[in-house]
């Protein structure tokens, strides 16, 4: 299989990877009664990390660094103003300006690059 097959299939690997870990984390944390729109930003940021890490034909290392900082980029975007929604549990801040969103979808994404930073270090990687 060609190079350029193999790259183009890692990036189909991490785009499936995005949108199932971020279906499956909102639906997740909202059937626990939580905010879905954190879990599902740091379930897919975790899932995007670690699944081009895993799917790089070479230099996995810069590729899941590389879908961090590209998914940075793009969460800042998407999230960056939100608000938390109008809840019971949520109260009084309803409406209110979090950075909650964003911040847990960064720490999927740092979480995944230290898995990735793992699955380096062991033997016969």
Same mark, same amino acid.
């Given at each position: @299989?060609?190079?350029l097959m193999q790259w183009s299939l890692a990036v189909l690997a991490v785009l499936g990877a995005f949108f199932v870990a971020g279906i499956t984390g909102s639906l997740a944390?909202? @059937?626990l009664g939580l905010w879905h729109i954190p879990g599902a930003g740091f379930f897919a940021a975790l899932a995007v990390v670690v699944t081009a890490y895993l799917a790089a034909p070479k230099r996995k290392v810069l590729f899941s660094c590389t879908a961090f900082v590209v998914g940075s980029i793009a969460a800042w975007l998407l999230l960056e103003p939100s608000s938390y929604p109008e809840s019971q549990r949520y109260g009084e801040l309803a409406y209110q300006p979090t950075?909650?969103?964003?911040a847990a979808t960064y720490l999927g994404g740092i979480i995944g690059l230290a898995i990735a930073g793992i699955l380096r270090l062991r033997p016969g990687a």
């Open positions: @299989m060609s190079t944390t909202d @059937m950075h909650l969103p964003v």
